[in-house]
């Protein structure tokens, strides 16, 4: 497939701060449970995990949010934990609890045991998903490909699954910092495999969701979460089909370290709700792009609210091209989706006053 | 009692920035669950409820901490959630899932028909207990009081409990912001009641925890979380027993917004494990005192790496007064008590190299 069939390229060149004709719009789990559309696939397909392995399912299911909103990229249908899960420690989602493993790393032995899967084999499954959504697609808007962060996927193998305060992942780090920074290594270098494996399969941007990062002091948060991202994003693949492929960084709770995540050398930085676009802007909007960062929780609100709230942080990120519109974190389950449709449809309507005119949407 | 009585006055001399021997010291929740004289305390009560009610008891559990350790502060054993169980909400701890009530706040009809319960009636068997604690603690150290911020306060009123995500309590602030302003400034009148009401009763200085205003966006921060504090602040005394009564605000999560907090007329500001005290003091040090910040988790590590990192954080802030050592939490319940004790031994050895040799500890 070659470039010139993307019919929708505003957020590949938002991410590169490129103008554009209105700001380009996507939602961190905009495949997902809010929508019954997707309830209906997930039962269809058993388990959580036995939807993430049918490449066609996936396709289905990550497809499903632009058929109700004009939307500028889909994000393919995955978990973060595929690696962990593919290191043999044994995935289950349990209603209620979220993921559980079977197995935790306790040890340093452990670590050393780890295996390194590979999008080649162990992995394989996700990327076929990627390019089932490519194909399924068709040239639509681009599929953004991502991971979870060493750190973030290394918390869910020390807690065997999600954590209020991380004690057994941090003590790791305070007691055995050697042995956390092998395990960081081997799963930054999976990681980066992975990405890889994500590109070669059709993925058109990435992004690396580094959900606990903000748990971290930020002593630790530079030394085993930020470095690491650092590592993988040394190791991306910056081109492919003639074109940039961006790399976004999401730290959700680093709003105070934006200037250390920007010179990672990735493309975009993930913003949550507690970061005011305006500051973000003036800190680091010169380098990178921005985006975000709507609460999630505004989508409870009534449409009208919803629309202010959009026009606010529009005029927040202020004129000109380099802003990525999304929300602070994923969409939760219990949004009805027709509030959706009114943040998209305020978007739509209010963001071409922040563009040149000009600027065209697609290069073709 | 005259103020000479105090034997102890460093943190009120750090609160104020003023010279002291060594950084003074207290811990967030330090009467609490971690200690197994506070477990057989507690189990003698009945209920958690049943402990906070009996001044003896709560007077026994807010001495213990000192009894073991050499802290430079007692803070008096309650809970932040009197206010809504006084206002008629009907207060119970469940074990595994923490405080549920029993009536939820749904409407703006159940925000106008919510009672202002009084420090002298309904909420007297607190000012009991500090009364109690003072007189038990016989001038040893200074007791501190506290209370919950409104918008703290009204996340449980409205959820229920404990919340991911306050979707409930921000729906109120996005959909019906005259209600909400109506809930704050009502809760905000009866914490100021409250407050001073410890302070007659013998509290020497003063917490505020605004435990989840870091879920908000700055807007809303600044609108329903910050502002209200600020309106406690202003009808707080300053000064009684011809000493300042400090009154310290924490924001879990609001390392972003640390100019503001200190902005309110507050003495000193709390900080999380998520900012660096170097920073903090660069951006609001010469306004006021700040506490912290060592993360909770940090106890469970080696007696080494606690006293490393105890130099660090003593590095971080630097020569000179204003400091007043804490956590940036409260302590977990698994931490080890020794670690307790590590940390303290590192704290006394360590600080006083940062201070003025000639500085006193005491007035008397």
């Not at 701060?17 to 209105?22: H, I, T």
């Not at 995540?261 to 909007?285: P, Q």
Request: hydrophobic share 40%.
């Amino acid at each position: 497939m070659s470039s010139s069939e993307l019919k929708n390229d505003r957020i590949l060149r938002a991410f590169q701060r490129q103008p554009v004709d209105r700001t380009p719009v996507w939602m961190m789990r905009q495949a997902g449970r809010y929508l019954a559309e997707y309830r209906e696939v997930r039962a269809q397909a058993g388990s959580f995990m036995g939807l993430c392995r049918s490449p066609e399912l996936a396709a289905r299911v990550t497809l499903q949010p632009l058929e109700r909103y004009e939307l500028d990229a889909a994000i393919l249908f995955s978990d973060i934990l595929t690696i962990p899960d593919a290191m043999g420690l044994g995935l289950n989602f349990v209603a209620g609890e979220g993921p559980v493993f079977e197995h935790r790393v306790k040890t340093a032995a452990d670590i050393d045991r780890l295996p390194q899967p590979s999008a080649e084999k162990e992995l394989r499954y996700v990327m076929d998903a990627v390019a089932a959504c490519r194909k399924e697609l068709a040239g639509q808007v681009p599929l953004i490909g991502f991971t979870g962060s060493p750190w973030t996927l290394a918390t869910y193998m020390i807690e065997g699954g999600s954590s209020k305060t991380f004690a057994a992942s941090k003590s790791l780090l305070f007691n055995e910092p050697e042995a956390a920074h092998r395990l960081m290594a081997k799963l930054a270098d999976t990681v980066a495999d992975y990405l890889n494996g994500q590109v070669e399969a059709g993925a058109q941007a990435l992004m690396i969701f580094d959900t606990w990062g903000g748990a971290l002091d930020p002593v630790r948060y530079r030394e085993f979460s930020l470095a690491y991202m650092r590592r993988i994003v040394e190791q991306l693949p910056r081109e492919r089909e003639g074109r940039r492929i961006p790399v976004t960084l999401f730290t959700k709770g680093g709003g105070q370290w934006l200037e250390d995540i920007a010179d990672t050398g990735c493309d975009g930085v993930g913003l949550d709700w507690t970061t005011s676009l305006t500051d973000a802007r003036r800190r680091i909007g010169d380098r990178v792009a921005l985006q975000g960062n709507l609460d999630p929780c505004m989508l409870h609100a009534n449409p009208e609210v919803i629309r202010r709230e959009v026009a606010r942080c529009l005029e927040e990120f202020g004129h000109g091209p380099g802003h990525v519109f999304n929300l602070g974190h994923g969409i939760q389950p219990e949004t009805p989706p027709e509030n959706v449709d009114a943040m998209i449809r305020a978007l739509h309507e209010l963001s071409p006053a922040y563009h040149d005119a000009a600027a065209t949407s697609a290069t073709s």
